[in-house]
């Protein structure tokens, strides 16, 4: 992708990655000129569609959030709380059956998922937050940038949380299928 950008620079062309940053360009000036003058849309036409799609963008993305919310509260972090206690219960067990049996493969895995359980609840708070800093803002451009700036990096990040979870966590405590049963179930 890096290669695309470089050469659109060397060309002079805009790189708008995100529907935020291509949207107003959409009521620039030469823009509104162009349409106008071949008499396509008027202004409050284009203005119009250009504040209706930043809505459907901005509701698309907080449709998207509030159910990665959902499922890491609900689904995913329950799971993990879960298979930590197993992990827990396997090493009490080992622990009051023999003193000499070690639990040190246990003891590191409930390790790792905790630690990676308790980031993935840093994470959940981080993008509820962004989520309510976003409806507070009236200004629809404002909202879509902080979509793209603060909501969809919240999002990226729990993301690889749930991911890494994913890969610890045994199958059976998952609440969804897996990559592997996915790719190898067709």
Sequence with gaps: ADAWVQEAEK???????????????FVAQKNVELFTRHKVLTETELRSRCEIQLENYCTT??????????MAQKDILPAAMDYQGWLAGIANNK????????????????????????????????????????????????R?????????????TLRAR???????????????????DILYSV
Excluded at 115 to 135: R, Y
């Design 11 to 25: 060309r002079g062309l805009l790189n708008l990655p995100t529907t935020a940053d291509a949207l107003p360009l």
């Design 61 to 70: 993305l907080h449709i998207e959030a509030v159910t990665m919310l959902d």
């Design 95 to 142: 622990r009051s059956f023999c003193t000499l049996v070690s639990t040190a493969n246990e003891e590191a895995l409930l390790e790792k998922a905790a630690c990676i359980a308790d980031k993935l609840s840093t994470e959940i708070e981080n993008l509820s937050l962004a989520l309510g800093e976003a409806d507070a803002l009236a200004d629809i451009q404002e």
């Design 144 to 156: 879509a940038d902080h979509y793209r700036d603060a909501v969809i990096p919240a999002m990226d």
């Design 162 to 180: 749930a991911d890494a979870l994913e890969l610890l966590v045994a199958n059976r405590f998952w609440p969804y299928p897996v990559y592997g």
